[in-house]
């Protein structure tokens, strides 16, 4: 299992769509940070000129997270309110599964940080234009089979069903896979279920609802 900072996954149910992210170049920012910190191990703290340059760095490859995050976010939820579409996220709760041993400290953290800042744009871009969040259960969406169910193999990012063959790359199963989480309701949206008829009191009423017949986008984020 390894990050795949490079791009995100989306899935409508017809097509699969990769999105270029700018989270590398953020990454190879914070990477030549580190080297400069590696380079002066004691003179960084005290020599305001590194300081500043490293602190640079860092707040450069910041901004570019949270300026393409936003940007993302305003595409992703105009496009979902054209088309009538919910938008499919796992929940947060992925943040806290383990971490694979083969990606680097920094790369894992960058991760993270991307992850949190892309999921918070999306839902207030979410709430500013009305369009449905579905938050989905995000354990092993990469480890079942989406055509049969079964366990899949893994080798490298390939994932291949062992019983019908199907072939895939791990973050299209996962978007795919989320898809059908969302599709088969074993989820709450943002917090009332699929077709809360029955609620109530006022600010229920004023949120989206899903309809049976709604059209659903997932993304998926790898990490
Ligand atoms: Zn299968």
New binding site residues.
């Given amino acids: 299992i390894d990050i795949n900072l490079r791009q995100l996954t989306l899935y409508d149910g017809r097509k699969v769509r990769r999105v270029r992210t700018r989270f590398m170049e953020a990454l190879s920012l914070k990477a030549y940070a580190e080297e400069l910190q590696r380079k002066y191990p004691k003179r960084w703290r005290y020599n305001l000129r590194i300081l500043n340059r490293i602190r640079s760095l860092h707040r450069r490859a910041r901004n570019i997270v949270v300026d393409w995050c936003r940007k993302f976010a305003k595409y992703i939820v105009l496009k979902a309110r054209k088309t009538g579409s919910a938008i499919v996220l796992e929940d947060l709760e992925k943040l806290w599964q383990t971490r694979s041993q083969s990606d680097s400290k920094l790369a894992w953290k960058l991760s993270r940080f991307a992850y949190r800042k892309l999921q918070l744009a999306i839902i207030t871009k979410a709430i500013e234009y009305q369009v449905p969040i579905i938050f989905v259960n995000p354990r092993s969406t990469s480890k079942a ?1 989406p ?2 169910g ?1 366990e899949l193999r893994y080798w490298h990012r390939l994932g291949i ?1 062992p ?2 063959g ?1 072939k895939r790359d791990r973050d299209v199963i996962g978007a795919i896979n989320i898809y059908q989480r969302a599709l088969k309701g074993m989820c709450g949206v943002l917090g009332y279920p699929v077709n809360g008829s029955g609620m109530k009191d006022e600010t229920r009423q004023t949120a989206p609802t899903i309809d049976e017949g709604m059209k659903i986008t997932s993304i998926y984020i790898s990490l």
């Fill in positions: 089979c055509r049969c079964s069903c019983v019908c199907y």
